[in-house]
C-alpha cells in the first residue's frame, strides 16, 4: 500500500521548493501506530523521498528527508484525518494530543501505584 495517493502526489510541492518559506504547508501526516512518531509531509520529490517533520512524542522534532519504502517497512500509515496545515499549526496540535497522552498515562501509572499501596 502506497502511503501517498495520487492526489497526494499532485499537490506536495518539489523537493527544495519551500525552503524559503518560514512556515510550510503540511499536506500528509504520517504515523506509526505502534509508537508516538509522525512525519508531517511538505515536499516530494515525486518518487520516494520526501521532505518533512518528525516529531517523537510531539517533544523532539527534526527536519529531514525520508524515504516513503523505509518508512512503509517502519509500518508508518497515513492519517486520513489529517487536514492541511500550515506546520506551527500542525506541530502545535501534536504536541497537545501527546500532551494529553502522556497526561492519561501519569494518572493511569499513580493510579496503579496507589493501588498497591
Do not use: H, W
Not at 495517493?5 to 518559506?21: C, F, G, H, V, W
Request: aromatic letters at 12%; a negative charge.
Amino acid at each position: 500500500m502506497s502511503l501517498l495517493n495520487a492526489q497526494d502526489k499532485d499537490n506536495l510541492p518539489t523537493l527544495n521548493s519551500t525552503e524559503e518559506i518560514e512556515d510550510p504547508m503540511v499536506y500528509v501526516k504520517l504515523y506509526n501506530p505502534m509508537g508516538d512518531e509522525s512525519v508531517f509531509v511538505t515536499e516530494y520529490d515525486g518518487y520516494d523521498m520526501v521532505f518533512g517533520y518528525r516529531t517523537v512524542s510531539g517533544y523532539d522534532d527534526s527536519e529531514g528527508y525520508f524515504s516513503l519504502v523505509e518508512l512503509a517497512g517502519q509500518r508508518y500509515v497515513k492519517d486520513i484525518y489529517f487536514e492541511p496545515c500550515a506546520l506551527s499549526s500542525a506541530l502545535d496540535d501534536e504536541s497537545k494530543i501527546m500532551g494529553a497522552d502522556n497526561k492519561k498515562e501519569e494518572s493511569i501509572k499513580t493510579t496503579k501505584i496507589k493501588d498497591l499501596l
